[in-house]
């Protein structure tokens, strides 16, 4: 955690997609790795950053 969340604060998240490819051992499946950020909005109208991870993620493939 970067920031403390309080009570009454407004929460945002904005998702990115770092990588992807396909999956070695699972053939329709596909790995994402995504980074997530989560900002607080204060009271006063004041965007900060409150947290920021990574993730991996498994994902069914579309069929082409």
């Known amino acids: 955690w970067r920031r403390p ?3 009454n604060d ?3 998240m904005e998702a990115e997609v770092l ?3 396909s999956s070695k051992s699972k053939p329709g499946r ?3 790795r995504f980074r997530f950020d989560l900002f607080r909005t204060d ?3 004041k965007r900060q950053l409150a947290i920021t991870y990574t993730s991996p ?3 069914r493939k579309r069929e082409a």
């Open 19 to 21: 990588e992807a490819r």
């Open 57 to 59: 993620v498994m994902i």
């Open 10 to 12: 407004r929460l945002s």
């Open 30 to 32: 596909g790995i994402v």
């Open 43 to 45: 009271e006063a109208g």
């Open 5 to 7: 969340v309080r009570a």
